[in-house]
């Protein structure tokens, strides 16, 4: 009931295409969703997060999408640069007992 | 310059020699947690600290010692580091509940031989 899963493990995309990365969760009782950007060499930066209560969340060229009903989020990357070539975790959490997703190692190419 | 700063960044030890991973933080956040990263598995946490002398297990506790005893610092304790703990340490916090961003550090990464 602990688990995130998270799916590509690993996804390549044009420059200027879009990036999309799915988690699905247990647990309903995870109220808060956030989105990770790490770097090699890096921890974990914040790139954006969502409640349950919204459907869907927009910064920039980053949008997360949410499903309540079926337990699902996904990242979507709009206009992908190279600069965003990074691994990317999704995760829940309740509290500050954060659960994280295994990551998904993105390549834009130029 | 908010920040979390681990020390040391890298380190070997041995088997069974007692080490401490310092985190620090600078933004007067109640919240402090540790994460360790491993290849296929991400981040799993720990062990939390919701204020200073309050600590909690995470999802991955065995084998770890936390202490808080003062709001801007939560070491992590291995008492006696076998070969499984071989991981790259986070640690990280936030100012309180609900939707607040969680600050990580740079990271540290153990190797136990």
New interface residues.
Partial sequence: Q?Q?K?SP?SLIVQKGGISIINCAYENTAFD?F?W?QQFP??????LI?I?PDVSEKKEGRFTISFNKSAKQFSLHIMDSQPGDSATY?C?ASK?????????TRLSVLP | EAQ?TQNPRYLITVTGKKLTVTCSQNMNHE?M?W?RQDP??????IY?S?NVEVTDK??VPEGYKVSRKEKRNFPLILESPSPNQTSLY?C?S?FG???T??F????TRLTVV
Avoid at chain 2, 104 to 107: A, D, E, I, L, T
């Fill in positions: 602990q995130v998270q493990q808060y956030p990770y060499g890096k921890g974990p930066a914040l997060a409640r975790f995760a509290g500050q007992n954060f659960v994280f997703g295994p990551g | 979390v919240y947690s994460y296929g598995l991400g981040l799993r946490q939390y919701m995470g999802d986070f990280a936030s509940r609900g939707m961003e969680a990580f550090g740079q990271g």
